[in-house]
């Protein structure tokens, strides 16, 4: 089994944790979407939690994976009310 590790990547003075990150970052620049990166921590069951993102037009936090099957990512996210995105934006 092969292990991919995440690529850190720069984007408008951000350092993200992975390209893919970055990729959504790009795509809501593209929407038009206001984001900021990795705002604040929280603390989910009783373990620290830093969502990739915060939307202040929406006043949510949104997480970013690969892919769907995440349940802690989802757990996490679900219990501050934030969305999940998952996948590969095309941008």
Do not use: N
């Not at 690529?7 to 990150?21: A, P, V």
């Not at 990795?38 to 620290?48: K, N, Q």
């Not at 949104?62 to 679900?78: F, W």
């Amino acid at each position: 089994m092969t292990i991919l590790r995440a690529l850190e990547t720069r984007y408008q003075g951000y350092r993200f944790r992975s390209r893919l990150e970055a990729r959504y970052a790009v795509m809501f620049d593209s929407l038009g979407l206001q984001w900021v990166y990795a705002r604040e921590g929280f603390v989910v069951d009783d373990m620290p939690y830093l969502p990739d993102c915060y939307f202040p037009q929406l006043d949510t936090y949104g997480e970013v994976k690969p892919q769907l099957l995440c349940l802690e990512a989802y757990r996490k996210i679900h219990a501050i009310g934030g969305i999940i995105f998952y996948g590969y934006p095309e941008v």
